[in-house]
């Protein structure tokens, strides 16, 4: 044995080194002005949220260029409101449909019919409840505009995260068992961080969703509710009924500012934090990058002030929330008996509920309607249905190779990202004047050359998700296909299509069911006093509305619902569980 005397200096070293490694540097600095101009951000802006309704009426939105900013922080300050509620929503109903089949029974039908129905079709039910809900000040309508942001933004965030859990590969599902992690542990070990890429895709595509719907969410009319809350939505809804296209291009300009900031402050950070969620078995060889993550890397008292949080949170995750022995336990012939039985209940249970819930509607509208409203209804719900098959083909044909090949280079993906995200959001109203200019001077019909709006905004949900579903595509199998020369359409039909089918489903599916949502804004096009009209569902909806006709908005909802539903049980849920079960990475 050899013994070493005591090196008093080499301890010397260690404790300056932690100290260096402690001591602020100028990555503190930027890391703590970027969060305190942050804070007084938000505290400005929650303050200008809470003042008394009066204000709308006294100080309504007015096209002056030196109020854009202030509305331009209450718009973002919504966005990321809705964007929070529609996390939380996201992880609590998109894992109870994934982990319970009685829960999926009702869950996924409802998104399946929730996000195909308009935004002015929940605000024609949720004005009034929050305005008395908060009387006398404005969050009342702050509240309403928000829940109309999260009805554009949830359903595809919650579809993605349910796909990812529903197609976690068997052999990981197996050895996270195997080392006897609770379920409450695979959750946060393993299935989370599978899901998190695609998850953080289509957070950003449901941020931008949200600005195609800005207009409907702050310039809110229902019969005779008329409620302007300051934000950019407010002052483009006023510029296109001055017709003035300076103030369009300024909203347009701040529009991009917004999302250039939110995108390198927040979500580039998010890409390249989850970049080590990937599954492969290879490393990569590209990575996504981030400015504010090196920074926040670097920077040592942020480090230090997040240790007793990261501490926490890693504890929180490490919890052993287990069931009893009996529950763990293989499942006897009787547990399966009862539980089929239970199921037969349920399913029971859940129709009888459906088939009282149709009842009560057409109680409701025989009562106040006839026959030819109904016709009128079903007439335009199928002409929708036409265009919404239309434009998702040729969407899909479209953006489906351009994402394989920008999900596939994140050298590219990171210089894209900042635009597509501005594509995404860019309203349509927005080119509605140049819509109605181009068709009332071509003389063109309406009910076809009005189409292609409804899917400016819902396209994007085609491309992020393809380009989440290469992005996570496995590098070692990117390798493989490139050692047996697979190329061509056999590449295409072998490799990547299979690898980002699910993706696809998702981006299809929530694409078709918000083309639905983007109906009721494009087959009604306005410039001033010009308004044109295309024949359809959306624009049915969009009169009765305006009206305030009550029962014939319950009428056109429920067609779209029931179409809607028709639609993705002949067509889509098929193709989830085909995606399911043939093209998981296993």
């Not at 002052?235 to 529009?255: G, P, S």
């Not at 295409?492 to 599916?509: D, E, Q, R, S």
Request: hydrophobic share 55%.
């Amino acid at each position: 044995m050899i013994f070493q005397p005591h090196n008093s200096s080499s301890r010397s070293d260690a404790a300056a080194l932690a100290r260096r490694r402690s001591a602020p540097n100028v990555y503190d600095l930027i890391a703590f002005a970027i969060l305190a101009a942050l804070i007084v951000l938000l505290a400005r802006g929650a303050a200008d949220m809470r003042a008394p309704s009066e204000l709308l009426s006294t100080s309504p939105v007015t096209l002056d260029i030196a109020n854009l900013p202030e509305y331009a922080l209450r718009t973002t300050l919504r966005m990321f409101a809705a964007i929070i509620v529609s996390l939380i929503f996201t992880f609590t109903v998109a894992t109870l449909a994934a982990k319970s089949r009685r829960a999926e029974m009702v869950i996924i039908p409802a998104l399946d019919i929730l996000q195909s129905v308009p935004v002015l079709g929940f605000l024609t039910f949720t004005v009034t409840f929050f305005l008395g809900l908060f009387p006398g000040s404005q969050l009342g309508a702050e509240c309403a505009s928000i829940f109309a942001i999260f009805t554009a933004q949830a359903w595809n965030m919650a579809f993605s995260f349910y796909q990812s859990l529903r197609t976690v590969p068997h052999d990981l599902d197996e050895v996270s068992r195997g080392f006897g992690l609770s379920a409450w542990q695979r959750f946060w070990r393993l299935e989370a961080p599978f899901a998190a890429p695609g998850l953080i895709w289509n957070t950003m595509m449901s941020m931008s969703g949200g600005w195609f719907f800005v207009v409907a969410s702050e310039a809110i009319t229902v019969g005779n509710t008329t409620v302007q809350l300051p934000g950019i939505g407010s002052w483009l809804a006023l510029a296109i009924d001055k017709q003035d296209f300076k103030a369009v291009a300024w909203a347009v300009l701040a529009m991009g500012i917004l999302i250039l900031l939110y995108d390198q402050l927040l979500f580039r950070p998010v890409v390249a934090w989850a970049d080590k969620f990937r599954f492969e078995q290879t490393a990569s060889q590209e990575k996504p990058r981030s400015w504010v993550y090196d920074i926040l890397r670097r920077a040592h008292l942020v480090r230090t002030f997040t240790l007793p949080f990261s501490w926490v949170w890693r504890q929180t995750m490490m919890l052993r929330l287990r069931r009893g022995a009996r529950a763990a336990s293989e499942p006897t012939a009787a547990n399966q008996r009862i539980s089929r039985i239970i199921d037969y209940l349920w399913l029971a249970l859940v129709i009888v509920v459906a088939i009282w819930g149709a009842t009560q509607v057409l109680f409701y509208l025989r009562e106040t309607l006839g026959w030819s409203d109904v016709v009128e209804a079903f007439s335009g719900g199928l002409v929708t249905l036409l265009r919404v098959v239309i434009l998702i083909a040729i969407a899909s044909l479209i953006w489906v190779p351009i994402g394989v090949w920008i999900g596939l280079r994140p050298a590219v993906a990171e210089r894209v990202q900042p635009l597509a995200q501005f594509l995404a959001a860019f309203p349509a109203n927005v080119l509605f004047p140049f819509a109605v200019v181009a068709i009332v001077a071509t003389g063109a019909n309406p009910t076809i050359w009005l189409s292609p709006l409804m899917v400016l905004g819902t396209q994007w949900y085609i491309l992020f998700n393809v380009i989440a579903g290469a992005s996570a595509f496995p590098s070692d199998l990117k390798e493989a296909a490139g050692v047996f020369k697979i190329r061509s359409w056999s590449w295409w039909k072998n490799v990547m299509l299979p690898g980002i089918f699910p993706y696809y489903i998702t981006g299809a599916l929530t694409a078709s069911g918000g083309s639905w949502n983007a109906s009721i804004v494009a087959e009604v096009a306005s410039w001033g006093n010009t308004k044109l009209e295309a024949f359809g569902l959306g624009s049915y909806i969009a009169k009765a509305t305006d009206a305030g006709d009550f029962p014939r908005v319950v009428l056109g909802i429920a067609v779209m619902s029931l179409l809607v539903t028709l639609f993705n049980r002949v067509l889509w849920r098929p193709l989830y569980v085909f995606a399911e079960r043939r093209m998981r990475l296993d």
